[in-house]
């Protein structure tokens, strides 16, 4: 008998919690597809290090949100038993990987914002949440700045990587803006000084990103629509799919050990 799924008491803590968590499992997820597919060894291990990463931060946010809910859910429950629609992750972290300009934009999209905020929220009144940011911002630091310096690689390479480049920026920009989002539980921390609100980083996202993009010799969209529903449970099609994969073994074998 396949197991089920678990329910989750999603206060404003438990919830901001997995949402970030989420990010990090599904986009460390996408990263490890690159496994022995990756166009040079380096760069294999390279995906594989920031896949580990995240997959770390994943884990640490994952038992803290356990602990908060104090319901008896652990890490492995959350990540492995829970359906698609409890999912919070960001949209764009759950696209496909497509080629490889599409993973290293996807990456740099992110980790923009990733760095700043985790940066951010070491000033959180949370003590924990503040531990695992100063932990999680080294990492995203490494993440931003690989991805930034392969992006100019390749929109200032040959004539293909460019194009390439080019389509990936125009295929994932409207992912970019559920990343500033926020609601009300969610504005009720950042009020009380527990976590940071990320619409104040927008800027210096944006900054960030127009410098490379620039000296990749690429364009930014004009397009200002942008696509929402991740944070609320409403995903693309893409995210049911990877869970068939992520959370076989344990649906199949539940309580399965090594």
Request: aromatic content about 8%; charged content about 25%.
């Amino acid at each position: 008998m396949a197991a089920p799924s678990i329910q989750v008491s999603e206060t404003p803590l438990v919830l901001y919690t997995l949402r970030r968590a989420d990010d990090a499992l599904i986009l460390g997820h996408r990263l490890s597809e690159w496994c022995g597919h990756a166009p040079a060894m380096e760069e294999d291990m390279a995906l594989s290090n920031i896949a580990l990463d995240l997959i770390g931060q994943a884990r640490e946010l994952y038992c803290y949100a356990a602990d908060v809910e104090g319901n008896g859910n652990d890490e492995d429950e959350f990540a492995f038993l829970r359906d698609v629609t409890q999912y919070r992750n960001l949209l764009l972290v759950e696209q496909p990987n497509g080629d490889f300009a599409h993973t290293i934009m996807r990456l740099l999209f992110y980790a923009a914002f990733a760095d700043p905020y985790w940066r951010g929220m070491m000033a959180s009144n949370d003590a924990t949440l503040a531990a695992i940011a100063a932990k999680s911002e080294k990492e995203s630091a490494y993440h931003l700045r690989h991805a930034s310096e392969w992006v100019i690689r390749l929109g200032d390479g040959t004539e293909e990587s460019h194009d390439r480049a080019q389509v990936a920026i125009d295929d994932l920009w409207s992912f970019t803006g559920e990343m500033f989002a926020v609601d009300d539980g969610e504005r009720g921390l950042i009020d009380k000084g527990t976590v940071i609100d990320p619409a104040k980083l927008r800027d210096q996202w944006l900054a960030t990103v127009a410098r490379v993009v620039n000296e990749a010799t690429l364009r930014l969209p004009d397009n200002h629509w942008m696509q929402q529903g991740g944070r609320s449970g409403c995903h693309s099609e893409h995210l049911g799919h990877l869970l068939s994969e992520l959370q076989y073994m344990q649906r199949t074998f539940p309580g399965a050990s090594w």
